[in-house]
């Protein structure tokens, strides 16, 4: 419910346009883009409202999503961004609680996150990335290629040759002993 500014009142500390939600003995409120603002500097930012934990934070202690400007502190970003790489995802959504569809970019955040979770994201990018571009792994020496035109035989830099499509070696008779379903084997040639 909205509360008007009146009185010593915890409400009459909030900016204009700001609700609050009264429990038994706690008012906490519900501000736009999470943003709270200190009474005692007007028009200056000095805390954050996380719109996950639901505390107030130092600027310094926050990060906010360029796209969507939810912010929220560090540490429950962090906890965000480990479980989605967790669970396997490469795309960081906004965690905004107004079903924000805003995305996170490692680069805006890596600062702030731990080095391992920070890997970890870069990792499972460059993953996508490889599954899009359909680029293999050479099996010796590890580096990546991408088959642009041609056959599946492919020469890396190491010069070593393997099938393009299920990486094995490349021999003579390779062709008809490829795990490749046959309609796509004639269809590479």
């Keep these: ?8 009142s915890p409400s009459s500390i909030l900016p204009a346009g700001t609700t609050t939600i009264q429990a038994t003995h ?13 009474p005692n500097k007007a028009g200056e930012s000095s805390e954050i409202f996380c719109g996950l934990c639901l505390e107030r934070q130092e600027t310094d202690k926050t990060f906010t999503v360029e796209s969507c400007k939810h912010s929220f502190c560090s540490g429950c970003i962090n906890k965000h961004v480990a479980s ?3 669970e396997g995802k490469h795309i960081v959504s906004c ?3 107004e079903d924000c569809k805003s995305v996170i970019e490692l680069e805006a955040c890596s600062s ?10 870069n990792e499972s990018l460059f ?4 599954k899009e571009q359909q680029w293999k792994m050479c099996p010796k020496c590890t580096s990546y290629v991408e088959k ?7 020469t890396c830099r190491c010069d070593f040759q393997f099938c393009y499509w299920c990486g094995e070696e490349w021999t003579e008779d390779h062709l008809v002993s490829c795990q490749k379903d046959e309609g796509d084997q004639e269809e590479e040639d």
């Design 148 to 154: 642009s035109r041609g056959c599946l035989r492919i």
């Design 95 to 97: 965690p905004g609680l």
């Design 127 to 130: 993953e996508a990335l490889m």
């Design 26 to 38: 706690l008012v906490v409120p519900s501000c736009p883009n999470h943003e709270t603002l200190d």
């Design 112 to 121: 702030i996150l731990p080095k391992s979770i920070a890997e970890k994201w």
């Design 84 to 86: 989605k790489i967790k």
């Design 1 to 8: 419910m909205d509360s008007p500014s009146t009185g010593s």
